[in-house]
């Protein structure tokens, strides 16, 4: 069964400073998306950035990037220049291949990152 | 454009009471989906629709019912209120065939049973 883990309860980050969020997953799949969210007070969760797995280039979205590393099954998630307003849960995410239409999608437990002025 | 659409945002039952958590989206997706937020566990899922009239159980299904009568639809049933259904509910969607692959979420539903 494939598994998302996030290692990092909580992190924390001064302003304008780097931060790297962990996650590694487990999948005998070779074709599958991996996805960062956000999720600020708001509770809403936003999409941060998105991985093929076929695409050995990391994705990149302004300030955010990512490290994936398919042999190792990690998929960390760097923020640059980090701003108060980047303080949230952070989940990592795995979809599987469709299934008969089905989509079947594992989220780590969540890095909460804390933003210090 | 809404997107998805959760109605309420926030609930409050006694243990025992129904309810229904309304989730509709406009963007044409054909896979609809429940998951529920606790914390330190993440999100799971409840139960999901890949179109309509057509539902299946997910990892945490007990207590709860769906259906799907329209594409735009997917309300969640709570039959029974339990304190243990205490939840973030998010309802999530994605059209099929899309080369993004990602889940577009509802805002949310915090339910608090007594």
């Known amino acids: 069964a494939q598994t998302v883990t996030q290692s990092q309860p909580e992190m924390s980050v001064q302003e304008a400073e780097t931060v790297t969020l962990s996650c590694t997953y487990d999948?005998?799949?070779?074709?599958?998306?991996l996805f960062w969210y956000k999720q600020p007070p708001s509770r809403q969760m936003i999409l941060v950035i998105r991985?093929?797995?076929?695409?050995?280039q990391n994705a990149t979205e302004n300030r955010f990037s990512v490290n994936f590393q398919k042999a190792a099954k990690s998929f960390s998630l760097k923020i640059s220049d980090s701003q108060l307003g980047d303080a949230a849960m952070y989940f990592c995410?795995?979809?599987?291949?469709?299934?008969?239409?089905?989509?079947?999608?594992?989220f780590g437990t969540g890095t909460r990152l804390k933003v210090l002025a | 454009n809404a997107g998805v659409t959760q109605t309420p945002k926030f609930q409050v039952l006694k243990t025992g009471q129904s309810m229904t958590l309304q989730c509709a989206q406009d963007?044409?997706?054909?896979?609809m989906s429940w998951y529920r937020q606790d914390p330190g566990m993440g999100l799971r899922l409840i139960h999901y629709?890949?179109?309509?009239?057509?539902?299946d159980q997910g990892e945490v299904p007990n207590g709860y019912n769906v259906s799907r009568s329209t594409t735009e639809d997917f309300p969640l049933r709570l039959l029974s209120a339990a304190p243990s259904q205490t939840s973030v509910y998010f309802c999530a969607s994605i059209k099929r065939g899309t080369g993004h692959g990602e889940l577009f979420f509802g805002e949310g539903s915090r339910l608090t049973v007594l």
């Open positions: 999948t005998s799949e070779s074709d599958y998306y």
């Open positions: 629709s890949v179109g309509a009239g057509i539902t």
């Open positions: 995410a795995y979809r599987s291949p469709p299934t008969s239409g089905t989509y079947k999608y594992i």
């Open positions: 963007m044409n997706h054909e896979y």
């Open positions: 991985q093929e797995a076929y695409k050995q």
